[in-house]
């Protein structure tokens, strides 16, 4: 690991700190952040300074910088192009667990500037070789990357070991998606978790930004359904059926909680379907302003379990309604494999 120097950002410090140790536990040996002076001239000017910059020259930097905000954005860019160009660095990985501009990814939207797709174009112009992100919010993220040249790697959240602890033991056990591009997450964690099925809904988001239900015939849906079965080897696989939530242990599993809104109404509609409990699964809590009264409302959920890929500070905890999960193993692993290619 001579040839590596590990920098971090300024969001999300205890992140950085567990993804470097679980690091080290896999390489065999201690790992420390070399030291970034986050600084700010009088006039809002950045003064951002690299301590140590002379060592950096041929060097693989790994870069830890979760993007919450613009500020973050643009420290994220101009680091990058610093380690690359200015310092002369041989290869550089960015790890960003959670980038602000994860919903930019519709092409078709023609009105709305195509933030994700330029913030890729930025990253690889900066020097950017390698970058990881946590659970994408859609396949637009590898698509860029490739389209620049960048080598991605999603790190997927793993709720199973926590799902496992919470859910009764012997339980009927239904992975609900509600949309098909949930499918394959919750078919990766049904695997984990004896004789369990995965379920799914049709949506899709229209320009008002509402969701609708995509309905289709039953031959269209076999034709879906025999897909994705062949596609993943799992044969558990159904369409949306009544008489499977009945008593049944429905787990909700998605890529982020925002105002929780649409996580809330589906958790009462499945209770009224005859649901004996319901347990929600997120990787990024965006947590906007009025989440808890939204998400809780007449609380539905038996369990709720967070990533911690955004720091969730005082307002936002909940005294115990919710289980925080680490995301560093992930990050962690697929970091390692990066470095041992």
Not at 79 to 85: C, G, I, N, V
Not at 139 to 147: D, L, Q, S, T
Not at 244 to 273: P, R, Y
Request: with cysteine; charged share 25%; proline share 3%.
């Amino acid at each position: 690991m001579q040839d590596y120097l590990f920098y971090c950002g300024k969001d999300n410090g205890s992140l950085s700190q567990e993804l470097l140790l679980k690091l080290g536990e896999y390489l065999g040996e201690a790992l420390r952040y070399e030291f970034i002076d986050f600084g700010i001239w009088r006039d809002s000017c950045p003064n951002d300074r690299i301590i140590k910059h002379e060592q950096i020259k041929g060097k693989n930097i790994v870069f830890f910088d979760s993007l919450l905000n613009k500020e973050d954005l643009y420290d994220c860019l101009s680091l990058s192009w610093a380690f690359k160009h200015q310092y002369a660095a041989k290869r550089l990985i960015a790890v960003n667990p959670f980038n602000l501009l994860r919903r930019c990814d519709h092409e078709e939207k023609k009105w709305e500037m195509q933030y994700l797709r330029q913030y890729m174009s930025f990253l690889a112009h900066a020097g950017v070789d390698d970058l990881i992100v946590c659970t994408p919010h859609s396949e637009a993220f590898e698509n860029y990357a490739k389209e620049y040249g960048i080598n991605f790697h999603p790190a997927y959240m793993d709720f199973s070991q926590d799902l496992k602890t919470i859910v009764p033991r012997d339980a009927k056990v239904v992975f609900y998606s509600p949309d098909e591009g949930s499918i394959a997450r919750a078919i990766a964690h049904a695997r984990k978790m004896k004789d369990s099925i995965v379920m799914f809904d049709l949506k899709r988001r229209k320009h008002n930004n509402q969701t609708e239900i995509i309905e289709l015939n039953a031959d269209e849906i076999s034709i879906l359904v025999d897909a994705y079965r062949q596609k993943f080897n799992f044969n558990e696989l159904h369409h949306v059926q009544e008489s499977l939530f009945q008593n049944a242990n429905i787990i909700m599993i998605d890529d982020e909680m925002a105002s929780g809104g649409t996580a809330n109404n589906t958790a009462h509609k499945l209770k009224n379907l005859g649901a004996k409990a319901v347990y929600f699964a997120f990787t990024h809590p965006v947590c906007v302003n009025g989440w808890k009264y939204t998400l809780f409302y007449l609380n539905p959920f038996d369990r709720i379990i967070s990533g911690n890929t955004i720091p969730r500070g005082e307002t936002n905890r909940t005294g115990g309604k919710i289980v925080d999960v680490s995301v560093a193993q992930v990050l962690a692993s697929v970091l390692y494999q990066i470095i041992q290619t």
